[in-house]
Structures are given as C-alpha cells and as structure tokens.
C-alpha cells in the first residue's frame, strides 16, 4: 500500500484524509476536490459582524468518535454549545406559533403530562398521543416509512404537527417515503427493545443520557473554522482543489483516477467520498450495477435564506431557537432558525439574523425561483408568522442543489447490496452521508473508517 487517492474533501474526504495523515504518514495521499475550497456543504461567510452558515450550522456531540476527532484537530475548547434557553422549538398551527415542549426528544414525549399542556395538539390528539406506551410493537419486518410508523404509535395529528415537521424535516424528506430503520435508526431500535418510545425514552432521562445528549454544539468562529483545523492538521497530503475526478479506470488496483483537468494519477486505494450520484458517475467503468445501485439513492435540494434585520423590525421579540412549518400550513418556508437567539456571536447589538429553509422532497420547484422572489416570499411569510416589518438589511440566498440524500425505503437493504459489490473490488472504499447517516458526527465516522480499509 503507498498510494491512496481521496476523492471529495467534504468533512467525510477530510476526516479520511486527517486519520491516514495521523495513523498512516508514510502512505502518499492526495486529495481531488471539484469546488475551489474545502468543506462541500460546510460553508461559514461573514458579512457585516453577522455570521452565516450556508449549510450545517451546528451537530449534535454525543457520539464518542467524533468527539475524539474534535480533541485531534484541536478543536474541543472551541465548540460552543447552543443556547440554553427554556422553550427552544415551536411549530406553526393554524397561522400560529405553538410551543412544542422540550420534554419532546425526537419528536416523541418523554413526559406525558407535558404533552397534556401543549397547546400544539387538539385534545383527541393529545389522548391518542398518551395512549403510545400501550400501543403494541410491530412484528412485520418490512421497512416502515416515518409517516406510518408516526400515525400508528402516536396517531394522525401527532404525525401532521410534529413527525413531518420535526423529523422528515431534518431530512427535507417526503416522510411517506422516508425509511424510519435508515433515517432515525435509534427510533427504530427503541421500538424493538423498549415496546414504546415513550417508555424508551423515560428511561434514557432516568439514566440522564436524553437531556445531555441532544445538545446541538457548533464552532465558535463558524462551521468553517472546523474546516480550516482539519486542513491545518494534514500533514503532508497533497490537497487539489478546483480538481474534478472525470472517471476510475480500472476494475482492481492499481486504478486510474482521471480528472477533468490535469494529469492522470495512480491510486492501490480509492476512497470515493462524494455523493452517491457523483460516485456512480466516477465508477461507471468500473462496476456498472454498483453505479445503478448509487444512482437508487435519491437526493433532493433545498435552499438556506437569510435576512439580516433590526431588532425594531419586529413587532414582538422572537422566543426559541426557531420554528417548523408542517406541510398542511400551506406555506413555501418549511423552518426557521432565530440563528441569533441559537447561537451568540451570530449577529451585532440590536440586529437580528433569521435564516429559512425552503424546498426539499415536498416542494422541489421553489429551488429554481429566482432569489428575489425567494427572498420576498420569505419576507412576506415571516411578517404573517414572526411580524417582521419593512425590509431586511440585506438578505441572501444559499442554494444545495441535490445535496441531500434521501434514505426512502429499502435504504438498508441498498446500502447492503451497495457494500457487498463493494467487497468484490479490492481497495475501494465508499464513505459519506449517502449511505448511513447524514449528521456531521456520522459523516466523520464513515471517513475514519473509510481511512482504516483503504489502508489495510
Ligand atoms: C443545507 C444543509 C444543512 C445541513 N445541516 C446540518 C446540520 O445542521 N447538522 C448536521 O449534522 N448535518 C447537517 N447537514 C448534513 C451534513 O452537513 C452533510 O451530510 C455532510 O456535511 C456531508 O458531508 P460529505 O463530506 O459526506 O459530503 P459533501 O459535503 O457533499 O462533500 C462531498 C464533496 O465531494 C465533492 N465532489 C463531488 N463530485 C466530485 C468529483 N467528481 N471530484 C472531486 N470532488 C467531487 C463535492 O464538491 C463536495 O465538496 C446539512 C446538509 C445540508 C445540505
């Protein structure tokens, strides 16, 4: 093994990347990345002492390998917990903010009288909601859609108002479609051993893991920052940005890696980190069906807008870290961080920085609207929603085109199918949110594994 070619420097390209630097320096390693900068959807801009995150703006610290990756990269002292304010989630009901209570943790109560208070649930809703402990655990081993699973353990209402907000937001999914056991794997895991989420989840406060463990935590300085410590720690790598992979040549190694640009370059190993339908575009000689396989993963896009105001533009302070807005609402926002109540730092004295996300599976057109009409329907909602007055300062728009991959249905049984072609082409590895898990924390695990097997 000398020579290991990255292709992607997302955060999953670079954790791989920083683990063969630290573990294995003696291979040659280099780094194909298509944009002019590192990062892939991490994107940190700065503009008028606001600061704004184009894509992830914070991960939730609780899985233990991410967090050892933070302390390499030196960035552990750095990271900054969001706000602990009371109250932190509302979602939109009939035109209005309605608290969601923070005793809900995935979207699912842990404590049953905090339910019974909520003003987001009707009280039908509220009792079907109360009757989750005795509803019974599924036997039918089929994949289960979140849309389904939600109605059967809580109901319709509680699936309408929170589940397809809530949890198919995080994945700007249609939650019909979306696969529960691949999405929320610990939803899923809960079931099976607990019988009832609620259950499952007073246990986790009795052991005080819960509360701790969905705190969301950022950089201080900005996503970015962690971007520019990871490039900080690559020893000697050979990084190319602005360097696109045009194809592999190649069904065993040594492989040829073609670039769009530039000379052809020789790899034994190969971690593709790129999303699935780049990969399957790269492989396309090498493994055909193991391109089609990549190309059943769906992605859809979304867009991040932001409007900077003054805090007298609003008619009543905002209250949390934001809102969602369920799909029966009828409006083109589907969320909205209150990215100065999230975070400080975020915005100056007096101003306030509001960042909605639009599009994803259940409004895919909106994405192609020019950003003038994207910025005045936000405006324009937020004014009914947030009573937002006259213009922002100034606002922009960040677009992800087919930059989320979509775990629909059968996604592990894919995934599977995906790994065992994999396994027959010696010194390929696949990594990357496209295949099991889409957090930051989970993206830097696939890559350090990712780093391991390529340099077996
Ligand atoms: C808008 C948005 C908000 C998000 N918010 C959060 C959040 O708050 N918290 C959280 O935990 N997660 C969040 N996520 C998810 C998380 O950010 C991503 O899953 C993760 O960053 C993906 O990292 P990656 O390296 O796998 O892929 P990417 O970041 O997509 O990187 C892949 C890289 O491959 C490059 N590439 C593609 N084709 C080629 C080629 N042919 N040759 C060379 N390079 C190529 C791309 O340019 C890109 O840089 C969000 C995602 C998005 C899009």
């Known amino acids: 093994m000398n020579r290991v070619v990255i292709i992607g420097g997302g955060i999953t390209g670079l954790a791989a990347a920083h683990t063969l630097a630290r573990t294995r320096p003696e291979i040659a390693v280099t780094l194909l990345e298509a944009r002019d900068r590192l990062g892939g959807v991490i994107l ?184 520019q410590a990871i490039e900080s720690h690559l020893g000697g790598i050979e990084v190319r940005t602005g360097v696109a992979c045009k194809e592999i040549q190649g069904k065993a190694p040594p492989f040829r890696v073609i670039p769009e640009n530039g000379d052809a370059l020789e790899a034994d190993a190969l971690i593709i980190a790129t999303p699935a339908h780049a990969a399957a575009r790269i492989l396309k000689e090498t493994c055909p069906p193991l391109c089609s396989l990549l190309n059943q993963i769906a992605y859809v896009s979304t867009a991040a807008v932001y409007l900077a105001c003054h805090e007298k533009a609003l008619k009543r302070p905002l209250e949390g870290y934001g809102f969602l807005v369920p799909r029966t609402e ?56 947030v009573g937002l007055e006259g213009e922002p300062i100034w606002s922009r728009v960040y677009r992800w085109e087919n930059a989320l991959p979509q775990y629909n249905l059968g996604h592990r049984d894919r995934v599977h199918a995906i790994d065992k072609l994999v396994k027959g082409i010696p010194g390929l590895v696949l990594a990357g949110a496209a295949y099991k898990g889409t957090g930051i924390p989970d993206c830097i695990i696939s890559g350090r594994l990712a780093a391991k097997r390529a340099s077996r």
């Open 330 to 385: 009828g409006k083109t926002i589907n969320a909205c961080t209150f990215v100065s109540n999230k975070f400080i730092g975020r915005a100056p004295e007096d101003r306030i920085l509001l960042r909605a996300f639009v599009g994803g599976a259940l409004d895919p057109d909106v994405i192609q609207w020019p950003g003038e009409r994207l910025v005045r329907r936000v405006r324009d909602e937020l004014k009914e929603i």
């Open 44 to 227: 940190t801009e700065e503009e008028d002492a606001f600061l704004l995150e184009g894509g992830p703006d914070s991960f939730l610290a609780r899985k233990q390998e991410a967090n050892d990756f933070w302390r390499e990269v030196g960035v552990e002292g750095d990271l900054l917990p969001a706000q602990d304010i009371h109250g932190r989630v509302r979602i939109l009901r009939d035109g209005r903010l309605r608290l969601l209570p923070d005793s809900f943790n995935l979207g699912m109560p842990s404590d049953v009288r905090s339910v019974l208070a909520a003003s987001l649930i009707s009280i039908p809703g509220k009792l079907r909601l109360a009757l989750e402990r005795f509803v019974p655990r599924r036997r039918d081993p089929s994949d289960e859609s979140l849309a389904d699973f939600f109605r059967r353990r809580l109901g319709r209402e509680a699936y309408e108002r929170i589940g397809e907000p809530l949890l198919g937001g995080i994945h700007a999914a249609d939650a019909e479609r979306l696969s529960l056991s691949a999405a929320f794997p610990d939803l899923y895991a809960m079931e099976g051993e607990h019988g009832s989420i609620t259950r499952a989840l007073k246990a986790r406060r009795i052991s005080n893991e819960g509360e701790r463990g969905l705190r969301f935590v950022t950089h201080r300085g900005g996503m970015g920052k962690i971007v």
